[in-house]
């Protein structure tokens, strides 16, 4: 839908909210607050509740049994989630598993995929990547006694705003063993083109990984299809998993049957596990790259959101997801334009993950602001206002509501009354 399409009305926008898919019954929402902060944490559920309830009911009653027994035996219990985690990214059960973090999970594939030999020791990443990853990248080239300043490239951006594709396939020169990218930058919310940079690095031999934090759950992937080698994420942004919850892994298929760099229990051949052998027969499928014990009470909520985002779709998701960013930018176009706002993510929807990023100079205290007004966005620095409507529970109506906030905010100057600096949390 183009943005000439949109009226800037609050009836309007309660027009649109007649007419769309929405799950908002399903989540806890207070009455007042505008949540625009799903891409950092999602919402509780009550079906994430429900199952969540359901683990402690195994464990209260059953003990020790909740691992085979129960309504939701615990021993195979992120095998199973995995599987109904693989349609929302275009894969295959077997390719995916819930385990570990983002971080964790980006550790065990780098100890696993990234050989540096002879001349092919660099690892490929961008500049503006969500700290963690590279600092997970640094720690294993130094494992390898590499240096990072010179192994490491960064792919720059031109305008510290997005990463051109063009610039991504030009550093995939011979010396480089892995791409490690996101799929959707965390500031300025744009995608990249997985498909094309998966194709360009085979094209070289070089192995290619994606974060996929801030697109899983909010777009369609087609993993398998596009022969992605792996892929980690959360679960706890768009999937709404809950505050810390266990994230995900992906490899490819045809890595199948690889020993996992970092090998443990759980890596095992689920009928060999139990032996106990001091040699690890490790699971010819995305389990061998588990490491220990699954997280159950910090996994079980995610089994009754997934059951939600089947009913839903994630092809209908992604077109309500598209629809709302665009009419919040055109809302942020006609409603803010005298106030030095300007719009960070790319305007194109095949460009756009599921945030606008609202960039202003005084960004920080008026996110503080915003917070004392009901709305709830997310700060990043140094001056971007990250504002996140979710299909599964966000209305119209607290996009327009949202921004009718910020205007008064403006005219009324009422940012001066805070400091502009970020929380210690932002």
Same mark, same amino acid.
């Given at each position: 839908m183009t943005t000439n399409s949109f009226i800037p009305t609050k009836g309007y926008a309660q027009q649109l909210d007649r007419n769309s898919m929405t799950f908002r019954e399903e989540f806890y929402i207070k009455d007042g607050i505008y949540y625009m902060d799903g891409n950092s944490l999602g919402l509780f559920?009550?079906?994430?509740?429900?199952?969540?309830?359901l683990s402690l009911d195994d464990w209260r009653n059953l003990g020790i049994d909740g691992w085979t027994s129960g309504h939701q035996p615990w021993f195979d219990?992120?095998?199973?989630?995995?599987?109904?985690?693989?349609?929302?990214?275009?894969?295959?059960?077997?390719?995916?598993i819930v385990t570990g973090s983002i971080t964790i999970n980006i550790h065990q594939m780098l100890a696993t995929f990234y050989k540096p030999e002879g001349t092919r020791t660099k690892i490929v990443a961008d500049e503006l990547d969500f700290p963690s990853d590279i600092y997970a990248i640094k720690s294993q080239l130094h494992l390898f006694g590499l240096d990072p300043n010179e192994h490491l490239v960064l792919v720059k951006s031109r305008d510290s705003r997005i990463i051109n594709e063009a610039d991504i396939i030009s550093?995939?020169?011979?010396?480089?063993?892995?791409?490690?990218?996101p799929s959707v930058l965390y500031r300025s919310g744009q995608l990249l083109d997985m498909e094309l940079l998966t194709k360009e690095a085979h094209k070289r031999n070089i192995l290619i990984g994606f974060d996929? #934090? &801030? /697109?899983? @759950? %909010?777009?369609?992937?087609?993993?398998?299809?596009?022969?992605?080698?792996?892929?980690?994420?959360?679960?706890?942004?768009?999937?709404?998993?809950?505050p810390g919850g266990v994230g995900g892994l992906f490899v490819h298929e045809r890595?199948?049957?690889?020993?996992?760099?970092?090998?443990?229990w759980f890596s095992s051949n689920k009928e060999k596990q139990f032996d106990l052998e001091l040699d690890l027969t490790h #699971? &010819? /499928?995305? @389990? %061998?790259?588990?490491?220990g014990t699954p997280h159950i009470l910090s996994t079980a909520p995610?089994?009754?959101?997934?059951?939600?985002?089947?009913?839903?779709?994630?092809?209908?998701?992604?077109?309500?997801?598209?629809?709302?960013?665009?009419?919040?930018?055109?809302?942020?176009?006609?409603e803010l334009s005298d106030y030095e706002f300007?719009?960070?993510?790319?305007?194109?929807?095949?460009?756009?993950?599921?945030?606008?990023?609202?960039?202003?100079?005084?960004?920080?205290?008026?996110?503080?602001?915003?917070?004392?007004?009901?709305?709830?966005?997310?700060?990043?620095?140094?001056?971007?206002i990250r504002l996140a409507p979710i299909a599964l529970y966000t209305t119209f109506e607290d996009i327009w509501e949202t921004i009718q906030i910020l205007k008064r905010i403006m005219v009324n100057e009422e940012y001066k009354k805070y400091e502009n600096a970020r929380n210690v949390v932002a």
């Open positions: 559920s009550k079906r994430a509740e429900k199952t969540l309830l219990f992120s095998e199973k989630l995995g599987a109904l985690t693989a349609p929302l990214i275009g894969a295959k059960s077997e390719e995916t550093s995939m020169t011979d010396e480089v063993a892995i791409v490690w990218l996929l #934090a &801030h /697109s899983i @759950g %909010a777009l369609p992937h087609s993993l398998h299809d596009w022969g992605v080698d792996f892929a980690v994420w959360c679960n706890y942004k768009y999937l709404n998993s809950g890595h199948h049957g690889k020993a996992p760099g970092l090998a443990g #699971a &010819h /499928s995305a @389990g %061998a790259f588990q490491i995610l089994l009754g959101s997934l059951e939600i985002f089947a009913e839903a779709g994630i092809e209908n998701i992604r077109e309500k997801s598209l629809k709302m960013t665009g009419y919040m930018m055109y809302l942020i176009g006609t300007s719009i960070g993510n790319p305007a194109e929807n095949e460009r756009r993950g599921g945030h606008v990023c609202l960039e202003h100079r005084e960004a920080a205290r008026i996110c503080k602001a915003l917070k004392d007004h009901h709305v709830i966005p997310d700060f990043r620095a140094p001056n971007v």
